[in-house]
């Protein structure tokens, strides 16, 4: 009977992707009843779901549970940092394709899609690029022809191979920057101006006509007063609106999704409301880099279940306002987590002060922690009427 359910269902996401004519986000695999990873598990809804990879990590003989659960959970994956400018292009005019081609690589054999992370950010930019504009060696004009080279030898060397491009990265500011009203930020704004992201947009197109192309940004889960000049998520809606006007092919929005159990975060309904306002302007969206990270207190670090199992139980929680907001909207495509495991996570490294951690769905020890088991539980738990297939994004011209 239970079969026999989830085969009809499978049957009605088939027949409703087949009546469009456009292959499904997780297209190449059927729905298999008896796998219960998470990427099969989401094919019933056409849902992809992703990781960012770290490819030491994938690399390392000594760690093959990493690479085994990155290609069995996962149908998408996202290079956490080899495809990013300095990674790429470390030395001018010398690219290094080599950790990128081999994740691209990964996928292929995995039958996963990848997220190509990231085109233009002000971080991660190679030294002979900043300290060329610093001192005055590189032009305002040459720097336009050095941004669109490098898009265009980017997107053509992975042309074919990438389903949705972060092309512009963080490009807002926040509430906390000088000033507080919300502005274009950063190395690329302060240099060219916001010309830029149009610019950006129709320079990767011209190199791809069937990427999705995406502006990928956090704390935009969901939108606060309404107003552009403190809430962020109004920014980026107008922002988009705005190139869409202007004929610029932009495709999507991707909503980072780093949280903290500190925090006030959301509930589902307003995640989903956010969601529902961009698909609105045409556009799909997708979660890109989920996790929810919590202060490692002197309780937590000494094993204090007390102090443990709230955050566990917090971070479970968040994971599941995200996806279940992605499954209830037909045009968030992917669901993307930065990173499955404790023991491969930026946040230890990079919050210190006081300490965090705990941030992934899956252990140190790759135990699947609560919050792995809530997205099995949304994923399964959800189906027609309110979660229904996705809705395939054609690329803007
Ligand atoms: O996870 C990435 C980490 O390994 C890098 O050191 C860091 C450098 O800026 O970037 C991290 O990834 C970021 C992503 O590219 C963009 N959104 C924020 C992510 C977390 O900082």
């Known amino acids: 009977m239970k079969l026999r359910r989830w085969i009809a269902a499978g049957a009605v996401a088939i027949a ?12 190449g695999r059927s729905y298999n009843p008896a796998d219960q990873s998470l990427r099969n598990l989401a094919l019933r809804h056409g849902l992809a779901i992703g990781t960012a990879v770290d490819l030491t990590a994938l690399d390392d003989p000594a760690d093959p549970r990493y690479r085994q659960l990155a290609a069995s959970e996962f149908s998408t994956v996202t290079a956490e940092n080899a495809m990013k400018w300095e ?25 996963q899609r990848v997220r190509g992370h990231v085109l233009v950010w002000h971080n991660q930019l190679p030294a002979w690029l900043t300290s060329g504009v610093e001192d005055g060696s590189i032009s305002t004009t040459e720097l336009r022809d050095i941004l669109r080279n490098h898009i265009t030898a980017v997107v053509t060397h992975f042309k074919g191979r990438i389903w949705q491009w972060d092309v512009v990265n963080e490009a807002v500011s926040d509430p906390w920057d000088t000033p507080s009203t919300l502005h274009y930020k950063g190395f690329w704004a302060q240099h060219l101006g916001p010309g830029y992201i149009a610019d950006a947009f129709r320079w990767a197109r011209a ?16 939108f606060g007063s309404g107003d552009p000049a403190n809430d962020k998520t109004q920014f980026v809606y107008d922002m988009a609106k705005d190139l869409l006007a202007q004929g610029v092919p932009i495709d999507g929005v991707g909503s980072q999704g780093h949280l903290g159990t500190q925090y006030g975060n959301f509930d589902t309904l307003q995640v989903a409301g956010a969601l529902r306002k961009f698909a609105g302007l045409g556009l799909a969206t997708a979660f890109t880099e989920v996790d929810v990270r919590s202060q490692l207190t002197a309780g937590v670090q000494a094993g204090d279940s007390n102090e443990i199992n709230p955050r566990l139980q917090a971070s479970a929680a968040n994971f599941s306002v995200l996806l279940q907001a992605c499954l209830a909207e037909r045009h968030c495509l992917s669901f993307t987590v930065w990173g499955f495991t404790d023991k491969h996570s930026w946040v230890p490294g990079w ?31 959800s189906g027609p009427p309110y979660v229904l297939p996705r809705v395939p994004q054609k690329p803007r011209r």
Request: charged share 20%.
């Open 351 to 381: 919050f210190s002060d006081p300490p965090e951690g705990l941030a992934t769905i899956y252990d140190e020890n790759y135990q699947p922690k609560r919050a792995y088991q809530e997205m099995k539980a949304d994923l399964i738990y």
């Open 207 to 222: 190199a791809d006509p069937h990427a999705l192309l995406f502006y990928n940004d956090y704390n935009i889960e969901a």
């Open 87 to 111: 990674s790429l292009e470390p030395t001018r005019g010398t690219y290094n394709w080599g950790p990128a081609d081999e994740l691209v690589a990964f996928a292929k054999q995995n039958n």
């Open 16 to 27: 409703t992707v087949g009546a469009l004519n456009v292959a499904p986000a997780t297209a």
